[in-house]
């Protein structure tokens, strides 16, 4: 299994449409136009994720507050992105999950 840290592009191609299940089991949907929903059993949570430079941007309103990542693409070894970890700028706090569908 390989890693590598995503810069705008790669993120943006990396996660738009795509659903990605996290180590805890919750889910989230990141749709192309930055809209997204975090799920956690029957509990969905609408957002927005953008990309400013190289951090993705998580936004939860009615919050106006900006959380910043780094975004680490996990890979199979064949060039395909399988999963992510998103690194927080501030805490270092990480955040790993696996991509479980395109749609």
Known sequence: MSTTILDAREMRAAISDRILRYDDGAEQRF???GST???????V???RWEIEGDDYVSLW???SHRDLYQVQATGDGSGAITGLT???RRSGDR???HFISHW
Request: zero cysteines; hydrophobic letters at 25%; aromatic letters at 14%.
């Open 31 to 33: 749709h192309a136009d």
């Open 37 to 43: 929903e975090y799920r956690v059993g029957d509990e």
């Open 45 to 47: 949570q609408p957002g």
């Open 61 to 63: 309103p009615p919050s």
């Open 86 to 88: 998103f690194i927080h």
């Open 95 to 97: 955040f790993s999950g």
